[in-house]
């Protein structure tokens, strides 16, 4: 059912397709709990997509993506205040 939800909602948008492999932007994978790593392993496999993982029940979801940010100036203390910038609370 959570399947069916996600092609009519993604299928109805113009600048979306719905791919079942092949290159992709971005993969909706069902959440496969606590340790296990499903979500996880395709972000590892491919680090430029971005993964939509859903709950079984459709009430939670959780985007995992992998974020490369230059650091500027490359020096001591750019480094540092990248450092504060990437821990600073809500910065994810």
Do not use: C, W, Y
């Amino acid at each position: 059912m959570m399947r069916a939800i996600v092609e009519d909602a993604v299928g109805e948008q113009a600048d979306m397709q719905i791919v079942a492999s092949g290159p992709a932007d971005v993969a909706i994978v069902a959440d496969s709990g606590a340790g296990r790593l499903g979500p996880e392993q395709r972000l590892l496999e491919n680090p430029r997509l971005k993964v939509f993982a859903l709950s079984a029940d459709g009430r939670a979801a959780r985007l995992l993506e992998i974020r490369e940010t230059p650091v500027v100036p490359v020096s001591r203390q750019g480094l540092i205040d990248a450092i504060r910038t990437a821990t600073a609370a809500g910065h994810r």
